[in-house]
């Protein structure tokens, strides 16, 4: 069993020097107004076109879609499969979320996304999760990310993460790889 300890932990805003909380999604209060903000920053611009778009065609991601979310998370935490965290402002109020997708520790795919309103926020709880999982026994990350996504790889690189190389030329992603070593 995973086991991921020093959480919650302390995220500062790059940007601005804010302070956030990366906590597991788990522990947060499913309450409608943390749904409603999960479902706000997943309707923000950004974050539904490289996302959403093709899950949603209709153009909205929908309040179910967040309750699903936080259940699928919930899941996770329990049976040891997913782990999902959330950075909370000083209200405790989701701005951001960073996931590691399995549990397979020679090499997990990590995800996230964030507000644009925290913008700086990222990096730091990218940098977080990854020490965390590295705690909890992950060896290597890796990320896959739209070509286009020129945000996204910049916060992969200031994370420790390299581009693949090797990686099928062709894709419309690029895979990001990270090992213990270049992150810590
Ligand atoms: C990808 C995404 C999370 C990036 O958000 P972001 O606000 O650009 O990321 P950060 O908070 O890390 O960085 C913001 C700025 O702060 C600065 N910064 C943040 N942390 C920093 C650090 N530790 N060191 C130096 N600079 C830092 C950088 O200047 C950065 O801007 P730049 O990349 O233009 O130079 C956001 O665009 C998003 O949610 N996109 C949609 C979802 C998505 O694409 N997810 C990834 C799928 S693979």
């Not at 991921?4 to 597991?24: A, K, M």
């Not at 959403?52 to 699928?72: H, I, Q, T, V």
């Amino acid at each position: 069993m995973i086991v991921f300890r020093n959480h919650p932990c302390e995220v500062i805003n790059h940007l601005n020097g804010d302070r956030y909380t990366l906590e597991s999604v788990a522990d947060i209060d499913p309450s409608q107004i943390q749904v409603e903000r999960i479902t706000s920053i997943c309707n923000e611009p950004a974050v539904f076109s490289m996302l959403f778009s093709e899950m949603f065609p209709e153009g909205r991601y929908p309040e179910s879609a967040a309750r699903e979310f936080l259940n699928w998370v919930t899941d996770g935490w329990q049976q040891g499969t997913h782990f999902v965290f959330a950075t909370l402002d000083s209200d405790g109020l989701v701005v951001s979320t960073c996931d590691i997708k399995s549990d397979n520790i020679e090499e997990a795919e990590i995800g996230y996304l964030c507000s644009s309103a925290h913008s700086g926020v990222m990096t730091n709880s990218v940098k977080a999760m990854t020490g965390l999982g590295i705690k909890a026994g992950f060896e290597n990350f890796f990320a896959l990310v739209r070509v286009d996504n020129i945000a996204s790889q910049r916060v992969l690189e200031r994370v420790g993460f390299h581009r693949d190389e090797e990686f099928p030329q062709g894709s419309n992603r690029f895979r990001y790889m990270a090992t213990r070593k270049s992150i810590l």
